[in-house]
């Protein structure tokens, strides 16, 4: 496994395993299926009402603990001091563990739904200070945070945020925000790598892929990693959790890179910060 250097000094995994919707006796198998093969970044919240299964998949894996990068977020509608200190505690709990690795604000507070959104990340953000500060997160970030929700916090926080987990992918690449986390010392982080498999039949996607006797997945994954982004990819197929952290044989040329940089936006959630609960 790769790791890169995080803004306060953690390493964290290059490849990591996603578990939304990896629930029940599911998800423990899948969870100790991806650690079996090689995962060591495992990424849960406390939303996807899975951080047990997460817990009993981690202890049935036998890796130690210290060898495990475990990330999970406090849910949008849970903003606030108080609510943060008592979510924290329930997510820490469920998943049987000591501590957390990188602890993130899985949404930011918008004007829809706070009646101060820029107090409620404030606040939110100055109990996971404290956790951090307490030796109970190494790590904390946020996800899902456009330039103005980051700007924002950045005004008050004592930490700089060391990750920004946002919706990347071949088709939904979100540049700006991406280089506006750069120039910030934020590590950015993918979700959705694969759009859900939406992105899946796109023939520049399949050509190249066939080019490298890759799957199309593995392209997309090699295309996010070779951006210096972490990736979090989903399966509950065995063969899917192999092949999605096989992609240290083969790398992307240059122009590879730009064609897929190019490619048109397709595959987007429809999910934005600043509407949610909506779609658009
Ligand atoms: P992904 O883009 O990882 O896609 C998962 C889907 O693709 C599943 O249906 C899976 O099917 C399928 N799949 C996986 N591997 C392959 C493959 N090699 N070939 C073909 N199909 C494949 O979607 P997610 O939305 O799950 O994103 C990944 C992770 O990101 C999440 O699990 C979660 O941890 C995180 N996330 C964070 C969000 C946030 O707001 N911070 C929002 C959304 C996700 P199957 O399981 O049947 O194999």
Redesign the pocket.
Known sequence: MKYLTLNDGHSIPLVGF?????TAQEGIQSVTAAIENGYRLI???AI?GNEDAVGKGIKASNVPREQLYITT?LWRENLGYASTKKEFARSLQKLNLEYIDLY?I??PANAKNYENWQQANTDTWRAMEELQAEGKIKSIGV??FFKQHLEALLQTANVVPAVN???F?PGYRQQELVNFCNFKTITVEA???????KI?KNTILKDIAKKHNT????VCLRWVIQHKIIV??????TH?IK??IDLFDFELSTLEMTQIDTLPKMGF?G?LPDIWPDRI
Request: glycine share 4%; net charge positive; aromatic share 10%.
């Open positions: 996603g578990t939304y919707k990896c990424d849960t919240a996807y977020k993130l899985h949404w996800s899902n987990q946002i919706e992918h979700w959705s790598p694969l759009a859900r498999g899946l799957s199309v997945a593995q979090i990819p989903k399966s509950n197929t899917r092949e999605n959630s999910e």
